[in-house]
């Protein structure tokens, strides 16, 4: 099955860690996104990612970072410096240059700080 | 920052009426899509209409771009219980980028 993947669904993360949110797709898209959604707000951009082995600074990106190694993988770590992470987390993927067609989201990730 | 701004912020509608919200943006944009979320869910895709396009229909969503205006409109017909979700917009700039930008949404809560 084509799609974008995810993991994990929900996420602890301790004061002061590290953490890093899988997303992976096998859509062969070259466009690659990462936002976050807070309790009945909108979505935020983090980073994007239009080809491997570059990305771009989003709106809100203090506190985040991200690779893009394989066209297929574009993980998001949470670092320490975040200090407010707990949110919901979309990753989302498209193809096209100049987005010309939709985009495809994961069921995101749901990261609490206890 | 965010390019798209939706009114109403919220909707509540009876089964069977129609549901209209607004998108508003800043910058020149090559295209627009609505997207749909399901509580606690990813989104997903409904519609796209490029800048040169002023009106698309797919099922009972018909979407209206009006450039001049910097604004779109989403009209969901003969509402379904199943149409309750939030409902966002999205623009993707004219600038050679890929940046795809949302609003804040707007929820929609039909009544059966």
Same mark, same amino acid.
């Given at each position: 099955d084509g799609g974008i993947t995810q993991s994990p669904k929900y996420l602890f993360r301790k004061e002061g860690q590290n953490v890093t949110l899988s997303c992976e797709q096998n859509l062969n898209h070259d466009a690659m996104y990462w936002y976050r959604q807070d309790p009945g707000q909108g979505l935020r951009l983090i980073y994007y990612s239009q080809i491997v082995n570059d990305f771009q600074k989003g709106d809100i990106a203090e506190g985040y970072s991200v690779s893009r190694e394989? @066209?297929?993988?574009?993980?998001?770590?949470?670092?320490?410096?975040? @200090? &407010?992470? =707990?949110?919901f987390y979309l990753c989302a993927s498209g193809q096209g240059r100049g987005m010309y067609t939709e985009a495809f989201f994961g069921q995101g990730t749901r990261l609490t700080v206890v | 920052s965010q390019q798209g701004e939706e009114d109403p912020q919220a909707l509540s509608i009876q089964e069977g009426e129609n549901?209209?919200? &607004? *998108? #508003?943006?800043?910058? #020149?944009?090559?295209?627009?899509?609505?997207?749909?979320?399901?509580s606690g869910r990813g989104l997903v895709h409904l519609i796209l209409i490029r800048s040169n396009e002023r009106e698309k229909h797919s099922g009972r969503l018909r979407v209206t771009l009006d450039t001049s205006k910097k604004s779109s409109s989403l009209l969901i017909t /003969? #509402?379904?219980? /199943?149409? =309750?979700? #939030?409902?966002? *917009?999205?623009?993707?700039?004219?600038?050679?980028?890929?940046k795809l930008s949302f609003g804040a949404g707007t929820t929609v809560t039909v009544r059966a």
């Open positions: 394989k @066209k297929e993988s574009f993980p998001l770590t949470v670092t320490s410096a975040q @200090k &407010n992470p =707990t949110a | 549901a209209t919200m &607004n *998108c #508003s943006y800043k910058t #020149s944009i090559n295209n627009l899509q609505w997207y749909r979320q399901n /003969a #509402s379904r219980a /199943a149409d =309750t979700a #939030s409902y966002f *917009c999205a623009t993707v700039r004219k600038t050679n980028d890929y």
